[in-house]
């Protein structure tokens, strides 16, 4: 089973994300609240995917994600989630999903980065 890691705080948009991924794609999903459980879980972990909100309150976004990228890995792919996407160096992601965004979208993006 694939083991990915979710990292968002708003609850509402953490609830999409867990629905599309444990119902429509049966994976496993571990999540972090903030930058600093990430880091914590990306650590003691091995994920096969990380899907991460760019704007989390307090951490920068940008930096967040090159610490991610540097701990996981440059094979593991990250999925980055953004209102304004064109904010983020987004060389680091191997997908960006807009936010709003549906169910359908996650999902495409998630098949395209495990296939």
């Known amino acids: 089973m694939t083991k990915i ?5 708003d ?11 444990t119902n429509t794609c049966g994976h496993f999903l571990e999540a972090a609240a903030d930058g600093i459980e990430a880091i914590e879980k990306c650590r ?3 994920f096969d995917l990380v899907i991460m909100d760019l704007k989390l309150d307090g951490v920068n976004g ?3 994600l090159a610490q991610i990228r540097h701990l996981v890995g440059a094979y593991t792919p990250l999925i980055g989630l953004a209102s304004e996407p064109r904010h ?8 960006v999903v807009q936010k709003p965004f549906s169910a ?12």
């Open 5 to 9: 890691l979710l990292i968002v705080k």
């Open 11 to 21: 609850r509402t948009l953490s609830e999409l994300v867990r629905i599309s991924v």
């Open 44 to 46: 003691t972990n091995d």
């Open 62 to 64: 940008s930096s967040l």
């Open 88 to 95: 983020f160096n987004l060389l680091e992601c191997a997908h």
């Open 104 to 115: 359908k979208e996650l999902h495409h993006a998630i098949s395209s980065c495990l296939t």
